[in-house]
């Protein structure tokens, strides 16, 4: 079975510090991995995927996040924050079907 | 690319209505998929469509709901009856090579049953 736990309910972050969300999963294979976006009302957006290759994985907004296997972790960061990036974060795991965690809301602070 | 369409965006009922949520898939996307998602149960798969054939309803709750995907750039989620707990904001998501590209969400309709 595949799952996903995001830890951080919620996180408060002050505009231009960094900012890092943990994401662990389950899955009884080579897992594809994925982070999304959502802001209040709308769908959610793609961040970023990882499914072979290099660990640390770039997105868009200037996020990327580390695959790390021995730790079943795939932890998204990103080194100063704006206030626009204040929305909820979902990490997915799957093949045809993902399953999403519980999400993470980001707030930040000016 | 006008993104995959879902409509209406909100839609109000009364209890034992008949609810019905249209989605409109990325043009070249094979892969449809709906999504409940819940303060309680975050985001649930419902059911997938693979070609527009249905490949797996586990997710869907109960036989009151029902999906279709008559042709290649539409599909339905029906609730008949619906109740108070199908409260939720339902989205529909497409993809071409899901392993690779992920999910394209439309932006949602949230439903309320009252």
């Known amino acids: 079975a595949q799952s996903v736990t995001q830890p951080d309910i919620h996180i408060t972050v002050s505009e231009g510090a960094s900012l890092e969300l943990r994401c662990n999963y389950s899955y009884g294979a080579t897992p594809y991995l994925f982070w999304y976006v959502q802001s209040p009302g709308q769908g959610l957006q793609l961040l970023l995927k990882?499914?072979?290759?290099?660990?640390l994985v770039q997105g868009i907004k200037g996020f990327e996040a580390e695959f790390k296997r021995s730790q079943t972790s795939f932890n998204l960061r990103k080194p100063s924050v704006h206030w626009s990036d204040a929305a909820e974060y979902f990490c997915?795991?799957?093949?045809?079907?993902?399953?999403f965690g519980a999400g993470t809301t980001v707030t930040v602070r000016a | 690319d006008a993104g995959v369409i879902q409509s209406p965006r909100h839609e109000v009922t009364e209890m034992g209505q008949e609810v019905t949520l249209r989605c409109k898939p990325i043009?070249?996307?094979?892969?449809l998929f709906w999504y409940r998602q819940t303060m309680m149960r975050g985001l649930e798969l419902l059911i997938y469509?693979?070609?527009?054939?249905?490949?797996?309803d586990s997710g869907m709750p109960e036989d009151r709901f029902s999906a279709k995907m008559p042709n290649a750039s539409f599909s339905t989620l029906k609730i008949q009856p619906s109740e108070p707990r199908d409260s939720a904001v339902y989205f529909c998501a497409s993809s071409y090579r899901v392993t690779e590209d992920g999910y394209t969400f439309g932006s949602g309709t949230r439903l309320t049953v009252v």
């Open positions: 990882y499914f072979s290759g290099d660990t």
């Open positions: 043009s070249g996307h094979d892969y």
């Open positions: 469509f693979n070609n527009n054939v249905p490949i797996d």
């Open positions: 997915a795991v799957g093949t045809f079907q993902l399953s």
